[in-house]
């Protein structure tokens, strides 16, 4: 997972940037770069969180009205300085690019570059091939001179990337001299919204982001979505060209809802807190059904994502809502840390169990998701070990089956406790006295039921197996596995 944005604006952007990637640090803590550009292109990225890379003195160097900014965690390529984005070429014009999501033909694209192109790559990173794909495109021994004519180009260029790039791809990037460029692969997999605001002459800001999170603070009006197959194109003098080039099936993806995305934020036209109520109750209702004579005393949400879900459960059910675990908010989400161990380590520094709230009491605990399951047994032997009389646990999302090549890091089916064992095994697995998960359905009546969106059908390769681009079968998915393996070993 990573966040992305841009910025197009009448007055510098580092400092906006910068902002726009503390607001998106919850999608990648592992690495953050900002580029800019007035007659030169200016870059800064580092490893670490944005405080950890950033300063008054490197921000300084960050000049320019147009610039974009990445927060990474790895899904392809390694974890070395070198693979931090944005990315950036200097022929042709000079152009950096910065991108969320994973490319599913990375490999073939990689030998079309190096072997035919005769491009050369320095990272294992998919960005590069997306950036020097995009470069190799616009360039003509006859560059354009009017912005339309730019815009001409850059529709055919990013039409030739929608025919040969499969797999997930949002894109932001910046192009001396002729401005900011952002697009949007044609399933709309991985998320972009964009705002806009009055620069006080008559003139207009623009920014593009995966979040919206941080639009209030920096004053920008929420202008929805970009659209899949979209292409827009902001010139140097603010004028804004765009075009969907390609109409498919809009297929984002709905793990944003259920864990990745900040509650605050409204992605593809729906909220994401409205969603995460909506699946509380969805959740409650069913338990309601199927369990009616199975009352909890309270209900402790896995904090912090499953906070949502849980309020609206609990209120459904008509059962005190609790905080019965407390959350170390200074200690990394375990899911987005490299390595398993990490991962095991830090559940007990993470959550502390709130005695009073626990003791001798029917507890039922409501989490987002359940992936490999280690963080949800330690929970439930942390409510025995503090006197919880029985333990029910309610999952907001439907069993995770499947891996994600679309961005997102649950790389092997080794690894998915429901790719592995059945709802009653993971049931005993977990030592609780009932488990529920949500059923595939109601999960997606909870994201799509309401808000002005365009979506044909969410993403759930992860849940259902069904990979929305057409990519993959048992043979691509080994290798892909294997691919990430190998990233994540460093070899
Ligand atoms: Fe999202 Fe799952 Fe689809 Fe990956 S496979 S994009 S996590 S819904």
Same mark, same amino acid.
């Given at each position: 997972?990573?966040? &992305?944005?841009? &910025?197009? !604006? ?14 998106? #640090? ?27 890379? $950033? ?16 927060? @990474? ?42 072997? #035919?192109? =005769? ?5 294992? !990173? ?24 730019? *815009? ?38 991985? %998320?972009?919204?964009? +705002? /806009? ?5 008559? +003139? ?6 995966? /979040?919206? =999170? ?13 659209? %899949?197959? /979209? ?9 804004? $060209? ?33 969603? @995460? ?7 409650? @209702? ?5 369990? %009616?004579?199975?009352? %909890? ?6 904090? !912090? ?7 609206? *459960? ?15 908010? $200074?200690?990394?989400?375990? *899911?987005?840390?490299?390595? #398993?161990?990490?991962?095991?380590? !830090? ?6 169990? #709130? ?9 039922? &605990? ?14 439930? @032997?942390?409510?025995?070990? *503090? ?105």
């Amino acid at each position: 997972m990573c966040g &992305i944005a841009g &910025i197009y !604006s009448h007055k510098s952007v580092a400092g906006e940037l910068y902002d726009c990637i503390v607001h998106l #640090q919850h999608r990648g803590q592992d690495a953050a770069g900002i580029t800019t550009y007035d007659e030169r292109m200016h870059k800064e990225k580092g490893m670490g969180l944005a405080k950890e890379v $950033f300063n008054e003195k490197n921000m300084k160097l960050l000049t320019g009205n147009i610039g974009i900014s990445h927060n @990474r965690y790895p899904t392809h390529g390694g974890f070395s300085h070198g693979e931090v984005q944005p990315f950036w070429t200097s022929v042709p014009y000079g152009i950096a690019l910065a991108h969320n999501g994973n490319l599913t033909n990375y490999k073939d694209l990689t030998e079309e570059i190096t072997k #035919q192109d =005769s491009r050369y790559l320095n990272t294992n !990173s998919d960005t590069e091939v997306l950036l020097h794909l995009f470069a190799d495109k616009l360039h003509e021994d006859n560059p354009p001179e009017s912005s339309e004519e730019f *815009f001409e180009l850059l529709c055919s260029a990013v039409s030739a990337i929608f025919k040969k790039v499969t797999g997930a791809y949002s894109v932001t990037a910046m192009i001396i001299g002729k401005g900011l460029v952002v697009f949007r692969d044609p399933n709309g997999i991985r %998320p972009l919204v964009k +705002g /806009e605001r009055s620069n006080g002459n008559g +003139g207009k800001d623009y920014i593009f982001a995966s /979040e919206n =999170s941080m639009f209030y603070s920096l004053g920008y009006e929420p202008k929805g979505t970009v659209l %899949p197959g /979209e292409l827009i194109y902001v010139d140097n003098d603010g004028q804004v $060209f765009n075009k969907r080039l390609v109409k498919k099936d809009f297929n984002p993806c709905i793990f944003e809802y259920v864990y990745f995305a900040r509650p605050d934020a409204t992605l593809n036209d729906i909220s994401v807190y409205r969603a @995460r109520l909506r699946m509380g109750q969805n959740l409650a @209702r069913a338990w309601k059904e199927k369990h %009616p004579e199975k009352k %909890p005393d309270i209900v402790i949400p896995a904090p !912090s994502t499953a906070n949502t879900s849980a309020l609206s *459960f609990a209120h459904e059910l008509g059962v005190r809502y609790s905080e019965g675990l407390y959350k170390n908010t $200074f200690i990394g989400r375990t *899911f987005i840390m490299p390595g #398993q161990n990490e991962r095991k380590k !830090s559940v007990k520094y993470k959550l502390v169990p #709130q005695e009073l709230e626990i003791r001798d009491k029917i507890v039922l &605990i409501v989490d987002d998701s359940i992936v490999r399951g280690n963080t949800s047994r330690e929970i439930v @032997r942390m409510l025995r070990d *503090f006197g919880a009389q029985e333990v029910y646990f309610a999952v907001a999302c439907p069993p995770v089956k499947s891996p994600c090549f679309y961005g997102v890091d649950m790389p092997t089916r080794g690894e998915l406790i429901a790719g592995n064992k059945s709802e009653i095994e993971i049931e005993k697995y977990l030592e609780v006295d009932s488990l529920m998960y949500q059923k595939i359905d109601n999960l997606v009546e909870a994201v799509t039921r309401k808000g002005d969106h365009h979506i044909d059908r969410p993403c759930m390769a992860c849940l259902d197996g069904y990979y929305v681009c057409n990519d993959m079968d048992d043979e691509k998915m080994d290798k892909m596995e294997a691919m990430r393996e190998k990233d994540r070993n460093g070899n």
